[in-house]
């Protein structure tokens, strides 16, 4: 709340994102307040980067993504978008180093204060769930200046909230409050904007506290279900479950209810 | 200027002054109290005392601007009214309305988005909406239910009756009646008072109030688990733990 009292000349050079880590989960977060973390190229690099890191860590069981209190992040870096020719954007890479994320196994949270719109909206949409500070706001306000979402935005919100309310959010340019994204299905959670990060820590322990292995097959069930027809989403979905009944720790979790212990996960 | 501001002492005072129109709302009074509301949020603002200059508090929309201006009464809430009233609301400090005279339309709707109420005994409150074919805005349907409840809310509103501040003080509407030079002291005094509590727990029991209108009890109990949480980490938690458990030894 209170305003620095003198502004610092020239910033040393920071980190684009920070990543931190409390047992089994690791929360990263972008590191550029001042611009309202616009996603730069570096920013994205340094994202995609991170999260593939703690990806490929077994011991990693959730990934928490973040921002600071103004903004999840405030869009794409319009100032390098606006340099940018479309050839060199094509060919770039810039958009389709963000299916890196889809392929990420690890459940992960996007823990969204402030701004959250156009390629922010999009990245938190990317994740598995969002919970969302009461001072959240989510919009893609692209078409205002003349281009569209284009990381998933026409996509994934239309998938979350409907046609009707994305068409309302993705053509009036309007932006939707904490509550009303949770109404519309768009937010798991909203919670005191003092509490958000202790929450979205809160719920990723709990989410990984539980079978990593089953966690993972859930959620691709998830995400490949949505995708496909019901009959093949159920298929895929019974195939998962067998899967995860051949590991020992289906074993070791269903012995551990029957003997009223808590189950110890070997991963395998 | 149409709007005084005064800061002192961790209170912000606000006085709507344009008397010889009754303090009605102008655009320009709307931008000066809107980047009055933006100061309040400042950490040095602790509270914040409304009052209106002269014999009104204030009288609603000013009708020669209405006149004059092309603006249309959708437009001017969407624009003006509403902001503020959201801002009033959204403050995380105490707001004490000083009523030193009579509210009229959407006056009525500012006094009630304040948390407290000293009403002059010359104080009185006028819905006006309903005798011009208007409907009640600014927020007075909406607090004039929650403060009322609907019985008491409907007839007032549309019957477009004078509540004088005796009857006010009865309906719960203002919570203190005070003599006329009295007013604005007692309104200072409940300011202060507010505003000397430690740490955030006013702002934020505030929030929690807002809250309750709208959720239900399962909500609200997370709200009040993530505030209470959040509210014993300030230090002033433990300075005024240490305080009364000194005086209670």
């Known amino acids: 709340m209170s305003a620095a009292p003198y502004r610092v000349p020239e910033a040393p050079p920071q980190p684009a994102v920070l990543t931190t880590r409390e047992g089994m989960v690791v929360t990263v977060t972008m590191n550029r307040p001042r611009q309202l973390n ?48 479309a050839i060199e954007f094509a060919f770039s890479d810039r958009v389709e180093q963000w299916d890196a994320l889809r392929g990420v196994a690890t459940p992960l ?13 999009e990245l938190a949409m990317t994740c598995d769930l969002i919970v969302a500070s009461e001072t959240a706001s989510f919009g893609q306000p692209e078409t205002g200046v003349g281009i569209i979402p284009g990381a998933g935005g026409t996509q994934r919100l239309v998938r979350a909230i409907g046609k009707a309310k994305a068409m309302d959010v993705i053509l009036t340019g309007r932006t939707l409050s904490a509550h009303e994204a949770e109404q519309a299905g768009l937010v798991a959670r909203v919670v005191a904007r003092e509490a958000l990060q202790a929450e979205a820590q809160a719920m990723a322990q709990a989410i990984a506290a539980r079978a990593p292995i089953a966690q993972r097959l859930a959620r691709e069930a998830a995400d490949r279900g949505a995708d496909m027809g019901l009959a093949d989403g159920l298929a895929f979905e019974r195939k998962a479950l067998y899967l995860a009944f051949a590991s020992d720790d289906a074993r070791e979790g269903l012995t551990a209810f029957t003997e009223s212990r808590r189950p110890q996960w070997s991963w395998t | 200027m149409v709007l005084d501001v005064k800061h002192e002492d961790g209170l912000l005072e606000l006085t709507l002054s344009r008397p010889e129109a009754l303090n009605a709302f102008t655009v320009e009074l709307h931008g000066e109290l809107a980047a009055a509301l933006r100061l309040a949020r400042r950490a040095d603002v602790r509270a914040v005392v409304l009052t209106g200059a002269g014999r009104a508090f204030c009288a609603g929309q000013d009708l020669e601007e209405t006149r004059t201006q092309g603006t249309s009464p959708g437009e001017r809430l969407q624009r003006f ?5 959201r801002a009033l609301r959204a403050l995380e400090k105490p707001v004490v309305a000083a009523v030193n005279g009579v509210a009229a339309g959407a006056g009525v709707g500012l006094a009630l988005a304040c948390d407290v109420r000293v009403a002059s005994e010359k104080a009185s409150f006028v819905p006006a909406f309903v005798a011009i074919g208007l409907v009640p805005d600014a927020g007075t349907s909406w607090f004039a239910t929650q403060t009322l409840g609907y019985a008491r809310a409907f007839e007032w509103l549309t019957s477009n009756r004078k509540l004088r501040a005796a009857e006010a003080l009865e309906w ?34 505030k929030r929690l109030l807002a809250h309750a209108a709208d959720g239900g009890l399962e909500r609200q109990l997370e709200l009040e688990r993530q505030l209470q949480q959040a509210a014993s980490e300030d230090p002033a938690y433990a300075t005024a733990v240490a305080s009364f458990l000194a005086k209670a030894g």
């Open chain 2, 81 to 85: 009214y509403n902001p503020n009233v």
């Open chain 1, 38 to 85: 616009a996603l730069s190229d570096e920013l994205m690099t340094a994202l995609v980067a991170a999260i593939a890191e703690a990806d490929a860590d077994r011991d990693v069981r959730c990934i928490v993504l973040t921002g600071c209190e103004r903004a999840f992040a405030a869009g794409a870096d319009i100032k390098q978008m606006e340099a940018t020719t």
């Open chain 2, 172 to 205: 719960g509407l203002v919570h203190e009646v005070a003599e006329p030079e009295r007013t604005l002291e007692r309104a200072r005094e409940r300011a202060a008072l507010l505003a000397a509590a430690p740490g955030g727990g006013v702002g934020m029991t």
């Open chain 1, 109 to 121: 949270i996007a823990a969204v204060s402030g701004h959250c719109l156009g390629g922010g909206c």
